[in-house]
């Protein structure tokens, strides 16, 4: 079939499955491109291995450090007149080229918040790699049957106490607008707790430890994300930024655990703010990101996930470099972003934008061409308009 984007709102219900594999080579070529990585991990389990930092995670650990990976991810595959969803692209393009560099890859498709994944990745484990030296949790999900209680959770993006109202950009009509969201209840709270917070990564940490496939000094890390001032009522101090409270508990949980059993070692790594598929789908996020990479671009400090990933394995993790925390236990490659310089900038346009001046105040434009190229859209080298083939196997 030919392929082209559908984007309807804040997704691309279509993905090219050339054009994924070609942003694929992209990253690996960035991270070859940086030279190895030294003493960098062996065998790694990443789980949210398909897209975004998860996906430069695993990228960076193989084409880096000559990793052995086992993904897990939810994907879908090509169905009758439908492509896959990106992440089933991407992990078949990673597979592929991790092979033909002789390098160990697998991959698990299905719900990492299930008992059955988690046994599936234990056996796989068990049978090819004995252990893990890097456990990297990078889900975003917006719901989770809870393994005990069989409830559904659902996560939600809302502000807390007081209904919140900022500007925020339709980005595929290119409309600035005022949103007011209104505050979750208490089981909203709860229920983004139970999904994005630390509980399910406990668990898979226990499971592993308890069938001792943590390897001597074995690394554990999550993802958060903290933000500016603009953002703070939707993200920090929202329900979202509960979890990720939670999320740093458990970290700090799993810190000590491994420090006890196998001399390892777990934190959260902030992030910087990205265009993905998590992201795109946060009120007023995207105005920000959109600001943030105009400025950033200005300075020649953008970033985006492969090179946030493979500037903190290369500074922070390995390379003979010990991690620098910031107050809080947490690992800050985030600190681009936050630089004074970059936010005062920020804060200079934030008042300013409006749908007519979008264009020349912002990089709405970058925003866009990141946003189609998560789904393999607009990539040098390939022929959009001809037939290409959208069942693909798993590997
Ligand atoms: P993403 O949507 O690109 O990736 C999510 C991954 O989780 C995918 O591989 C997906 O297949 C997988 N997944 C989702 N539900 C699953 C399930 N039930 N079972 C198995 N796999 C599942 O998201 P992302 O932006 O890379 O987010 C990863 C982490 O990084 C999150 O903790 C997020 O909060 C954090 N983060 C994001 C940003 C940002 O700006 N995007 C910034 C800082 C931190
Ligand atoms: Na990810």
Redesign the pocket.
């Known amino acids: 079939m030919i392929i082209k984007p559908k984007v309807r709102g804040f997704v691309c219900v279509t993905a090219h499955p050339t054009g994924c594999s070609a942003h694929i080579q992209q990253q690996i070529d960035y991270v070859k491109s940086k030279g190895p990585i030294q003493s960098g991990p062996k065998k790694v389990l990443v789980?949210?291995?398909?897209?975004?930092?998860?996906?430069g995670s695993r990228i960076t650990a193989a084409f880096g450090s000559g990793a052995a990976t086992l993904g897990?991810?939810?994907?879908r595959p090509s169905e009758e007149g439908r492509p896959a969803t990106p992440?089933w692209y991407n992990t078949i393009a990673f597979t592929k080229a991790a092979h033909a560099a002789g390098l160990y890859a697998k991959n698990i498709n299905?719900?990492?918040?299930s008992d059955d994944?988690k046994k599936q990745a234990l056996e796989n484990i068990t049978k090819d790699l004995g252990q893990v030296d890097l456990v990297v949790y990078?889900?975003?999900?917006p719901?989770?049957q809870h393994p005990r209680t069989g409830a559904v959770h659902k996560s939600t993006l809302q502000p807390i106490g007081a209904p919140y109202t900022n500007k925020t950009v339709d980005t595929d009509k290119g409309i600035v607008s005022e949103v007011t969201i209104q505050p979750a209840d208490e089981a909203g709270i709860a229920d983004t707790i139970a999904v994005?917070g630390g509980e399910d990564w406990e668990m898979w940490m226990q499971a592993l430890g308890d069938a001792k496939l943590l390897a001597p000094g074995a690394t554990a890390v999550?993802?958060?994300?903290i933000g500016p001032v603009h953002t703070w009522p939707i993200y920090k101090d929202g329900t979202?930024g509960r979890a990720?409270i939670d999320?740093e508990r458990a970290a700090k949980a799993i810190d000590a655990k491994l420090k006890a059993t196998v001399g390892g070692r777990a934190f959260i790594s902030?992030?910087?703010?990205?265009?993905?598929?998590?992201?795109s789908a946060i009120p007023v996020?995207p105005l920000y990101?959109s600001i943030l990479y105009k400025v950033m671009k200005a300075k020649g400090i953008h970033e985006a996930?492969i090179e946030q990933m493979q500037r903190l394995f290369a500074t922070q993790l390995y390379n003979g470099n010990q991690p620098k925390f910031d107050s809080e236990g947490r690992v800050r490659v985030?600190d681009w972003e936050m630089r004074d310089d970059v936010q005062a900038e920020v804060s200079k346009i934030w008042p300013q934008c409006t749908t007519e001046n979008l264009a020349a105040l912002t990089d709405i434009a970058g925003y866009r061409t990141e946003f189609l190229k998560m789904f393999g859209f607009g990539l040098p080298g390939i022929d959009y308009d001809a037939e290409v083939e959208p069942h693909l196997p798993m590997l």
């Not at 897990?72 to 994907?75: K, L, T, V």
């Open positions: 789980i949210g291995s398909s897209t975004g930092f998860g996906l897990i991810f939810f994907e992440g299905g719900d990492a918040f994944i990078s889900l975003a999900s719901r989770r994005m999550a993802y958060s994300y979202i990720k999320l902030v992030n910087k703010a990205l265009v993905t598929q998590a992201s996020v990101i996930t985030d």
